[in-house]
């Protein structure tokens, strides 16, 4: 005998858990009664920097597509093409699969494809969202994709990217990349979109004038690159790159055409040392964060917290204390599932069950350690929404 199952209970099942918060969405003080570790998005900063980046994009006539991979979340995706957004840029299969999955227009994938497996899965997104387009860097690559797109009977733009610094991908030279394009341009399959360029590692170079010594050439040669395609019969249509660290100086040299900043919507200790405008202050406000309890008292000045490895990234500075503990605490990671407040004073208490909330050390690998942005205004728990795009295949 089959068992009846009503319809609020078939409604429930499919319904995408929340997690352990989601029975305090808009209730009083909410915030501070987080099941934690909890990853806290402040709305008030959040919309504001989302703002601030549409403004200072317009003013430029620069167009924007953020790096979902800051976010990884399609919620965010979602605002940042309300608020005038073109698309989104990812960096792995994953987060193009949630983003195309999820209807979002002109999703880039700026990290080349390879293999046979990943190729097959990219091969079946396109088509499914409007604008869909990947970076690739070498005719190798391209000859694998002209041939798996044959068998799909699909096309597919691309971006060339071009290594103008980096050493990570894109091709390294002009004539490689006259080359590529080439190449990709006598492709039935292949469609010649434009140009990629991202120099990662000025993003974090903290004084302004020293990251414009390093960036100063990198952008020269890609311009004297560009002038060699345009020259040769190959403008680019788009030239895409930059980054939040970059973007004051992209904006005023006027040479891409739409930049792909990411971290701006979030911000994080990192960024927070990094002079990003070089003769006025950025408009960007922290807006992530991540609470912790006290989970126990008993070392006098240090008590312990619920929160380590598992919930911060390790690969930048150490997570600030931004709420919570008294002036001059300080975080020390003490395992995968705690850390300490080191207190000022050697005799200090916190209660157990006291709550600090942390500004998340380097915003993009945090994000990717949690499963829910438990997001606030003031003290209340406005809204909880999924990091979807959270894992690496």
């Known amino acids: 005998m089959m068992k009846h199952v009503s319809p609020a209970s078939a409604r429930s099942r499919q319904r995408p ?66 608020a005038g957004a073109i698309g989104i840029s990812v960096a792995t299969l994953r987060e193009a699969t949630v983003m195309v999955e999820a209807g979002l227009p002109g999703v880039l994938l700026t990290t080349p494809v390879v293999g046979a497996a990943k190729i097959e899965a990219l091969c079946a997104l396109i088509g499914r969202s409007e604008g869909f387009m990947v970076a690739l860097d070498s005719p190798a690559n391209a000859a694998e994709l002209d041939a798996a797109l044959k068998r799909h009977r699909k096309t597919l733009p691309v971006l060339v ?22 190449r990709v341009s006598a492709s039935p399959f292949l469609r010649y979109a434009g140009l990629q360029a991202y120099s990662g590692q000025v993003q974090h170079i903290t004084r302004a004038a020293a990251r414009a010594r390093v960036y100063g050439p990198q952008l020269k040669y890609l311009r004297k690159l560009v002038a060699a395609l345009t020259e040769a019969g190959h403008p680019p249509a788009i030239i895409s790159g930059g980054g ?48 912790l309890m006290v989970v126990s008292g008993n070392v006098p000045g240090a008590p312990t917290v619920d929160g380590g490895f598992k919930c911060f990234s390790m690969d930048g ?77």
């Not at 071009?162 to 050493?167: C, K």
């Not at 006027?254 to 990411?262: A, D, H, K, M, P």
């Not at 208490?349 to 205004?377: I, Q, W």
Request: glycine residues 8%.
């Open 161 to 182: 990217d071009i290594d103008i610094g980096m050493a990570r991908t894109g091709v390294a030279d002009i004539a490689g990349a006259l080359k590529l394009i080439r």
């Open 317 to 393: 500075p150490l997570p600030q204390l931004a709420r919570g503990a008294p002036a001059g605490a300080r975080y020390q990671f003490y395992g995968d599932e705690f850390g300490k407040i080191r207190l000022p004073k050697r005799d200090g208490r916190m209660k157990p069950g006291s709550k600090v909330e942390l500004v998340a050390p380097h915003c993009d690998p945090t994000v990717n350690l949690h499963d829910y942005y438990h997001c606030v205004r003031a003290n209340k728990l406005a809204h909880i929404w999924r990091v979807d795009a959270r894992g690496s295949l």
């Open 244 to 291: 939040t660290g970059s973007f004051d100086t992209d904006r005023r040299e006027g040479l891409f055409t739409e930049c792909q900043c990411g971290s701006y919507a979030l911000m994080d200790v990192e960024y927070q040392e990094v002079e990003l405008f070089a003769d006025e202050t950025h408009p960007f406000k922290t807006a992530l964060y991540v609470q």
């Open 17 to 82: 858990s929340l997690g352990p918060n989601a029975r305090l969405i808009g209730q009083p003080r909410s915030r501070q009664a987080l099941a934690t570790p909890a990853l806290i998005l402040e709305l008030d900063a959040f919309e504001h920097n989302l703002k601030a980046m549409a403004r200072l994009c317009k003013q430029a006539g620069l167009s924007l597509r953020p790096h979902a991979k800051t976010h990884k979340s399609i919620e965010i995706a979602k605002r940042q093409l309300a």
